[in-house]
């Protein structure tokens, strides 16, 4: 939920004579490897090469035709699922909700919104999706809840009460017994406005980092600690295969309640946000040393659970925007204290820019930042404007995409994706305020037009409501335009598709040795317009790599310098209607081309 605002295949193989294999006549470290093997030889840690599909669930499919996608809809298109490659689905939070922002303030934190089903729904999900060797990932919220659970209700019931302590209240500023007095300090909601709010019933403030409705737990109680570690506990004995932590970083604020710094812009000036606010940063409320012992403590909980007959562990992602991989790095904790497996390395997919240098450089920090640990690359969530509206440039749309899900899977690590991705959605935010349903958008218009854009009903055909529910049903956010065209049935049946393209990726990331387990480094480094890569285990072969991001064709030449036998190269995979190419020597890569070779 964390709102960031700144965020065809060649079966022949052909004998060439070339140079040296694209890696400067050096063989690749092996830093990764041991563990690598040892993870694909009995899947112990299934989750270091695989592929993650983000579920928004009230838009993916409804089965009942209320006009909200449910449990019942997800489990229908599980077989869909399997055959574009999925290992996790990551379901964004399914608990009973008031559905202020739709989901991510909840009331409840053991059980299911009876928009999306049961807990019987719940458990024939996670049953089929294990028959298709897929695992359910549960979003775990806990920096804050909704202002309607009962913990917090109880907590603005009067001072004294023993759930009081549960959540973040102060005094405010120069407060008497006839004043509220002003608001603790400067702090500001990343929904908009002051993170403080007034209840009159025990004339305190309440905090809260997101939106009104959703008031911010005590991290330094340790009954929070003790009570979602029940909560994990309860959905770990149902079967689920990890979790994604929502904002995690967000845990804890500065217990002095010292003022945020105003941001300055170029020229020295503070400036305003999309809210009409006085921008600051949020150093004292994000990123603080304690989060760091609680993960510990989730940890050392999971750990303690079997695989629910998964071969290996469940698994727990982080929702971690940070300024740079070394803060990245600290969020995997040590050997003796460790934290997440697949923090989310936000700082690759959210360049928000076909920058070669920059994703050239970001990539190497995640191969060479972060030890042994694997990175979580991601590019796309329900919390920010889709590929299209972040990369795209209108006439070469589906191209650009293209290079960004081959940077994706085709890159040492884990992959996350967002439903739709694979057809290419595109973001399509609403015309009018009065159509606005997130509360980011309702407060920010018609800067900020908030989130409805990117969670629109998923296109799986050419038909009124595109198959997400019934014809007749009105759907929770209206159907794009663009479903006419851009829906999974027709993309099935083309096979220069991007759905086609992503199935390929995904297959040849768990069939290819060097994709699945092998190292990456970076090539033709001086190059500012394509960005080259190769991934190589400790066998003869190698895999080469090379994306063009611009509109214009261009030719690389990957084979280096020094002379060395010949080698076999085979095309692995191409932008459809490309040539294979004469040699290493000479790629030749059309406008936002792309080339995945193999050579022995």
């Given at each position: 939920?964390?709102?960031?605002?700144?965020?065809?295949?060649?079966?022949?193989?052909?004998?060439?004579?070339?140079?040296?294999?694209?890696?400067?006549?050096?063989?690749?470290?092996?830093?990764?490897?041991?563990?690598?093997?040892?993870?694909?030889?009995?899947?112990?840690?299934?989750?270091?090469?695989?592929?993650?599909?983000?579920?928004?669930?009230?838009?993916?499919?409804?089965?009942?035709?209320?006009?909200?996608?449910?449990?019942?809809?997800?489990?229908?298109?599980?077989?869909?699922?399997?055959?574009?490659?999925?290992?996790?689905?990551?379901?964004?939070?399914?608990?009973?909700?008031?559905?202020?922002?739709?989901?991510?303030?909840?009331?409840?934190?053991?059980?299911?919104?009876?928009?999306?089903?049961?807990?019987?729904?719940?458990?024939?999900?996670?049953?089929?999706?294990?028959?298709?060797?897929?695992?359910?990932?549960?979003?775990?919220?806990?920096?804050?809840?909704?202002?309607?659970?009962?913990?917090?209700?109880?907590?603005?019931?009067?001072?004294?009460?023993?759930?009081?302590?549960?959540?973040?209240?102060?005094?405010?500023?120069?407060?008497?017994?006839?004043?509220?007095?002003?608001?603790?300090?400067?702090?500001?909601?990343?929904?908009?406005?002051?993170?403080?709010?007034?209840?009159?019933?025990?004339?305190?403030?309440?905090?809260?980092?997101?939106?009104?409705?959703?008031?911010?737990?005590?991290?330094?109680?340790?009954?929070?600690?003790?009570?979602?570690?029940d909560i994990i506990k309860f959905w770990l004995n149902r079967g689920v295969g990890g979790f994604r932590f929502d904002a995690i970083t967000t845990l804890y604020e500065d217990p002095n309640l010292i003022d945020d710094d105003v941001m300055k812009d170029k020229d020295g000036k503070s400036f305003t946000n999309a809210y009409g606010d006085i921008a600051l940063n949020d150093t004292r409320t994000n990123n603080l040393p304690g989060v760091h012992p609680v993960m510990q403590e989730v940890r050392a909980t999971m750990d303690t659970f079997g695989a629910n007959g998964f071969p290996g562990t469940r698994v727990l992602i982080g929702e971690t925007y940070l300024p740079n991989v070394a803060e990245l790095a600290k969020q995997y904790g040590t050997s003796d204290k460790p934290e997440f497996q697949l923090p989310m390395d936000t700082q690759v997919g959210f360049i928000n820019k076909l920058d070669v240098a920059a994703f050239r450089a970001k990539l190497t920090d995640a191969e060479t930042q972060l030890g042994s640990n694997t990175p979580l690359f991601v590019f796309d969530n329900h919390d920010n404007a889709r590929l299209d509206a972040r990369y795209g440039d209108g006439t070469h749309d589906t191209d650009i995409q293209r290079v960004i899900a081959t940077m994706l899977f085709a890159s040492r690590g884990t992959s996350l994706f967002y439903y739709g991705d694979e057809i290419g959605m595109k973001t399509t935010p609403p015309t009018r305020k009065e159509d606005v349903k997130d509360p980011v958008g309702l407060t920010g218009w018609p800067k900020d037009k908030g989130r409805d854009g990117e969670r629109t009903p998923m296109q799986w055909e050419a038909t009124a409501n595109a198959g997400f529910t019934t014809d007749t049903a009105k759907p929770w956010l209206p159907v794009p335009p663009s479903a006419s065209t851009i829906n999974v049935q027709a993309e099935k049946a083309d096979p220069n598709s991007l759905l086609a393209w992503y199935r390929s990726l995904t297959k040849l990331k768990k069939s290819n040795a060097d994709l699945a387990r092998g190292d990456e480094k970076m090539l033709d480094t001086d190059n500012s317009k394509v960005l080259s890569w190769e991934r190589h285990t400790s066998g003869t072969s190698r895999v080469v790599v090379a994306v063009n991001f611009t509109a214009e064709a261009q030719t690389v030449n990957l084979a280096g310098g020094a002379k060395m036998p010949a080698v076999h190269l085979q095309t692995l995979l191409k932008t459809p209607g490309a040539a294979d190419p004469a040699s290493l020597g000479a790629i030749r890569l059309g406008p936002y081309g792309v080339y995945i070779g193999e050579a022995k």
């Open positions: 939920m964390h709102w960031t605002k700144h965020i065809a295949t060649c079966a022949a193989a052909l004998l060439i004579g070339v140079a040296p294999f694209a890696v400067g006549g050096q063989t690749t470290p092996t830093t990764h490897m041991s563990k690598m093997k040892a993870a694909s030889a009995n899947g112990k840690d299934w989750w270091q090469n695989a592929v993650i599909y983000e579920i928004y669930p009230r838009s993916f499919q409804d089965s009942n035709g209320d006009g909200i996608g449910d449990l019942n809809g997800i489990t229908k298109r599980l077989d869909y699922l399997r055959d574009l490659g999925v290992d996790a689905v990551w379901l964004s939070p399914i608990y009973p909700s008031p559905q202020v922002d739709f989901g991510y303030d909840i009331s409840d934190y053991q059980n299911i919104d009876p928009q999306y089903g049961t807990l019987a729904d719940f458990d024939k999900l996670v049953s089929e999706a294990k028959k298709r060797h897929i695992r359910v990932v549960m979003d775990m919220v806990m920096n804050h809840s909704s202002d309607k659970h009962k913990w917090f209700l109880e907590s603005r019931s009067s001072r004294t009460n023993p759930y009081r302590d549960w959540y973040v209240w102060q005094d405010g500023k120069g407060q008497t017994e006839t004043s509220k007095g002003e608001v603790p300090n400067n702090w500001q909601s990343d929904f908009g406005h002051s993170a403080w709010e007034w209840d009159e019933k025990t004339r305190q403030y309440y905090y809260h980092k997101f939106y009104i409705q959703q008031p911010d737990f005590n991290w330094d109680n340790p009954k929070v600690h003790d009570a979602f570690k």
